[in-house]
């Protein structure tokens, strides 16, 4: 196989991109080469540091762009925003995703809404939106999973549902947009902890159920994301688990 050294004249978008995973996705992409869509919902400041940040190192090479993408009319927004800047695509990368409990007997049709919009609808109709370009570019599509699309969390029912059907619409489109898109899935473990919290009891559990022993970093993700992105062009379908081997059972 020969590998691209370079994403260099490429278009990439990246939801949810202002700051955590999927700050550092950015910030692997660009460095490859690629010029790079920062979508964002409530990150304002976040995002502009970014893009500034990013620009300095080479100018006009990054824009931000905000949107509610658990709206169609956001996502159609982002789209055509996105396209108004580069009217070319290379690479989707449907990042974004809220988190959070969602005990049974408590669930809330807006929790619903914001946890299948963020995770399920957004990816979905953001893809479809996007569609043409990636066509001319013959493109990629990564959709970022979980571990837990395939052994549910605790308490978190809508979330996990969410994500099981990134998965099934990850195999979905790779059936139906091959040979011109190729679409797969990274799947993290405990790579960040939860920002609202959690008890180093919890967190050496988990550690606990990981064979190498440690937590990840967002750089272990963006690395996924940028194989698939680059290299990876006879894999389309596939869910990437990057996780130090906690899937293997717990």
């Known amino acids: 196989m020969s590998f691209s050294l370079s994403l260099e004249n490429k278009v990439a978008l990246i939801t949810g991109s202002a700051r955590r995973?999927?700050?550092?996705?950015?910030?692997?992409?660009?460095?490859?080469g690629a010029d790079v869509v920062i979508h964002y919902r409530g990150s304002n400041?976040?995002?502009?540091?970014?893009?500034a940040e990013l620009n300095a190192q080479r100018p006009d090479s990054a824009a931000t762009f905000a949107a509610d993408l658990t709206r169609l009319a956001g996502i159609e927004q982002l789209a055509r925003e996105a396209?108004?800047?580069?009217?070319?695509?290379?690479?989707l990368v449907n990042n974004a995703s809220s988190f959070y409990p969602t005990p049974v007997g408590t669930i809330t049709e807006q929790q619903w809404d914001?946890?299948?919009?963020?995770?399920?609808?957004?990816?979905?109709?953001?893809?479809?939106?996007?569609?043409?370009?990636?066509?001319d570019s013959r493109g990629v599509i990564i959709n970022i999973v979980d571990i837990h699309a395939q052994r549910p969390l605790r308490d978190h029912p809508v979330y996990g549902s969410a994500k099981a059907g990134l998965v099934m619409l990850t195999r979905s489109l790779a059936k139906d947009l091959a040979p011109d898109i190729r679409v797969n899935g990274v799947a993290?473990?405990?790579?960040?902890?939860?920002?609202?919290?959690?008890?180093?009891?919890?967190?050496?559990?988990?550690?606990d159920q990981v064979p190498l022993g440690k937590p990840g970093s967002p750089e272990d993700i963006a690395g996924a994301v940028l194989f698939l992105a680059r290299d990876a062009t006879y894999v389309?379908?596939?869910?990437?688990?990057?996780d130090g081997g906690r899937s293997l059972g717990w």
């Open 188 to 207: 993290p473990g405990a790579i960040l902890w939860p920002e609202d919290g959690m008890s180093d009891e919890t967190k050496d559990a988990i550690l």
């Open 114 to 135: 914001d946890l299948v919009g963020t995770n399920l609808k957004a990816p979905m109709f953001l893809s479809q939106a996007v569609l043409p370009m990636l066509r």
């Open 45 to 51: 400041d976040e995002a502009r540091q970014l893009a």
């Open 21 to 32: 995973i999927g700050a550092t996705i950015v910030r692997a992409l660009h460095a490859a």
């Open 236 to 242: 389309t379908g596939q869910i990437v688990a990057v």
């Open 83 to 91: 396209s108004t800047w580069r009217p070319r695509l290379d690479i």
